[in-house]
């Protein structure tokens, strides 16, 4: 039960602070803007030579116990990489992995963690298949179902949203099992034989497949614990609002960056624009929108994992910061006017960023109404 006398506490240790510097610098020299647009119409799925330097730094293992080659810390942690991920619209695949390794963490057997952990650390890229055609928010009814047949599991159905899924070296797919929900391992070789679709998605600096698995037949082996897949898939929803919600509020303080920067060099009637308090009342929003959501976020973080306190945290945090990047993203493109409209403003690159964010598991308004039944129950 929910003590609501408890005092809420936001905690951010020596290790959040160091990584969040390491972050904010690695991405701001390693991904300027004009590198960004240049990824969209690039052949791979991503910069595997980042992708690398990435894993050199630890970052892959932030989350993942030290008997498995990772740092043993949480995801908390992870957050404070995310986050300036977000700021500078980095399309790497380090969610999916992450979450992909506390799949294993949660559900995994004993086996698979000692296989694929310490590969994750060492820089595989991890992705995962839990979103259908359908559109349903709710993870713990796939419509994807498995068929035991002796020692096999026959696949049927489809995955959308599967990022990088073309590049991806291990995939989590959730699919009904005797009747019940149930999470399957997909490794590169069975990937080979899955139909891969490129989708066309909003945000244009990440590449979305969807994932055709009808007739795939898999060992029993690689199916993650059963009796662990329910609890696993909610604990996997919200470890995914906490993670977008740090991409999200990564964003809009990059977009309010554009926003100043742009506002201290146009002129109209020979005074910059910023000067004028139409502008700068809307911006100061955008300001305070944007850090009401951190906080939220690092709340979140702090509390993650505790039960139903954790849930409302981190289904505000969701909420909040799809919101801030939403306003934040849309002044920016206001402020710019026409030029604002087109592809060669920035701005609009982070709105398509905020559209993604927001619709992977769950909106605004989705988690508000969550938090409804939670806070008035």
Same mark, same amino acid.
């Given at each position: 039960?929910?003590?609501?006398?408890?005092?809420?506490?936001?905690?951010?240790?020596?290790?959040?602070?160091?990584?969040?510097?390491?972050?904010?610098?690695?991405?701001?020299?390693?991904?300027?803007?004009?590198?960004?647009?240049?990824?969209?119409?690039?052949?791979?799925?991503?910069?595997?030579?980042?992708?690398?330097?990435? /894993?050199?730094?630890?970052?892959?293992?932030?989350?993942?116990?030290?008997?498995?080659?990772?740092?043993?810390?949480?995801?908390?942690?992870?957050?404070?990489?995310?986050?300036?991920?977000?700021?500078?619209?980095?399309?790497?695949?380090?969610?999916?992995?992450?979450?992909?390794?506390?799949?294993?963490?949660?559900?995994?057997?004993?086996?698979?963690?000692?296989?694929?952990?310490?590969?994750?650390?060492?820089?595989?890229?991890?992705?995962?298949?839990?979103?259908?055609?359908?559109?349903?928010?709710?993870?713990?009814?796939?419509?994807?179902? #498995?068929?035991?047949?002796?020692?096999?599991?026959?696949?049927?159905?489809? !995955?959308?949203?599967?990022?990088?899924?073309?590049?991806?070296?291990?995939?989590?797919?959730?699919?009904?099992?005797?009747?019940?929900?149930?999470?399957?391992?997909?490794?590169?070789?069975?990937?080979?034989?899955?139909?891969?679709?490129?989708?066309?998605?909003?945000?244009?600096?990440?590449?979305?497949?969807?994932?055709?698995?009808?007739?795939?037949?898999?060992?029993?082996?690689?199916?993650?614990?059963?009796?662990?897949? /329910?609890?696993?898939?909610?604990?996997?929803?919200? #470890?995914?609002?906490?993670?977008?919600?740090?991409?999200?509020?990564?964003?809009?303080?990059?977009?309010?960056?554009?926003?100043?920067?742009?506002?201290?060099?146009?002129?109209?009637?020979?005074?910059?624009?910023?000067?004028?308090?139409?502008? !700068?009342?809307?911006?100061?929003?955008?300001?305070?929108?944007?850090?009401?959501?951190?906080?939220?976020?690092?709340?979140? #973080?702090?509390?993650?994992?505790?039960?139903?306190?954790?849930?409302?945290?981190?289904?505000?945090?969701?909420?909040?910061?799809?919101?801030?990047?939403?306003? #934040?993203?849309?002044?920016?493109?206001?402020?710019?006017?026409?030029?604002?409209?087109?592809?060669?403003?920035?701005?609009?690159?982070?709105?398509?960023?905020?559209?993604?964010?927001?619709?992977?598991?769950?909106?605004?308004?989705?988690?508000?109404?969550?938090?409804?039944?939670?806070?008035?129950?």
């Amino acid at each position: 039960m929910l003590d609501t006398n408890k005092k809420p506490t936001i905690l951010f240790s020596d290790e959040q602070e160091q990584l969040l510097e390491v972050a904010t610098n690695f991405c701001h020299d390693k991904f300027p803007i004009s590198d960004t647009r240049k990824r969209i119409e690039a052949a791979e799925d991503f910069d595997k030579t980042l992708w690398n330097e990435m /894993a050199s730094l630890g970052w892959l293992g932030i989350a993942v116990p030290e008997e498995f080659g990772g740092s043993g810390l949480g995801l908390a942690e992870v957050v404070t990489v995310v986050e300036p991920m977000g700021k500078y619209l980095v399309g790497m695949p380090l969610v999916s992995t992450t979450l992909v390794a506390q799949a294993l963490l949660m559900a995994g057997t004993n086996a698979q963690k000692n296989e694929w952990l310490p590969k994750i650390c060492e820089g595989i890229v991890g992705s995962f298949a839990l979103t259908e055609p359908s559109g349903d928010w709710g993870l713990t009814h796939p419509d994807t179902s #498995a068929t035991r047949n002796g020692d096999m599991l026959t696949l049927k159905g489809t !995955k959308t949203f599967v990022t990088d899924a073309a590049s991806a070296d291990l995939v989590i797919v959730s699919v009904t099992l005797d009747g019940k929900p149930a999470l399957v391992l997909l490794d590169k070789d069975t990937l080979g034989k899955a139909k891969l679709t490129r989708e066309i998605v909003i945000d244009e600096t990440r590449r979305s497949y969807r994932l055709e698995l009808d007739g795939i037949s898999i060992p029993s082996a690689q199916l993650l614990d059963p009796t662990q897949a /329910a609890a696993a898939l909610t604990q996997l929803e919200q #470890a995914a609002c906490l993670l977008l919600s740090a991409e999200a509020c990564g964003g809009a303080s990059g977009v309010i960056d554009v926003v100043v920067d742009y506002l201290k060099t146009r002129k109209q009637f020979d005074r910059y624009i910023g000067s004028y308090q139409a502008l !700068k009342h809307p911006t100061v929003d955008a300001l305070l929108a944007m850090e009401a959501a951190r906080s939220h976020l690092y709340y979140a #973080a702090t509390v993650f994992g505790q039960g139903v306190e954790s849930e409302i945290a981190v289904r505000m945090a969701k909420a909040q910061s799809s919101d801030a990047l939403a306003f #934040a993203s849309d002044r920016a493109i206001q402020f710019h006017g026409g030029f604002g409209f087109t592809y060669d403003c920035d701005a609009q690159l982070y709105r398509r960023r905020g559209i993604w964010c927001e619709a992977q598991f769950g909106d605004a308004a989705h988690h508000r109404t969550q938090l409804a039944e939670l806070l008035l129950a």
